[in-house]
């Protein structure tokens, strides 16, 4: 079975940085995009930042120039560096995995982690 685990939330100070990571569990063949999203309380889920296959990235504009998206291939992890955090960061991270194919060629079309908690303090 494939899941997604993550890990490296947590309370931080303003100005701040903390490291998510994002491991897919399984016997993995591929995997298309992977994406962290967030939700901050009372707000709709958000996506941050997305590298595809080929590693190209993207973010929302809130974070650009903050947050860096990274990917293991070889060992199916996501990492998320998150720099100059602010209040506004506050949230539980989602780690998200697009089109996946296991070596038994099983595919999930859109696979989420279980949250992971950044807490920002002003």
């Known amino acids: 079975q494939v899941q997604l685990v993550e890990s490296g939330g947590g309370l931080v100070q303003a100005g701040g940085s903390l490291r998510l990571s994002c491991a897919v569990s399984g016997s993995i063949f591929s995997i298309n995009a992977m994406n962290w999203y967030r939700q901050a309380p009372g707000k709709e889920r958000e996506l941050v930042a997305a590298?595809?296959?080929?590693?190209?990235?993207n973010y929302v504009d809130s974070v650009k120039g903050r947050f860096i998206i990274s990917r293991d291939r070889a060992k199916n992890t996501v990492h998320l560096q998150m720099s100059s955090l602010n209040p506004e960061d506050t949230a539980v991270y989602y780690c998200?995995?697009?089109?996946?194919?296991?070596?038994?060629?099983?595919?999930?079309?859109?696979?989420w982690g279980q949250g992971t908690a950044v807490t920002v303090s002003s």
């Open positions: 998200n995995a697009r089109s996946v194919l296991t070596t038994r060629l099983r595919r999930y079309d859109d696979l």
């Open positions: 590298i595809t296959s080929d590693g190209s990235t």
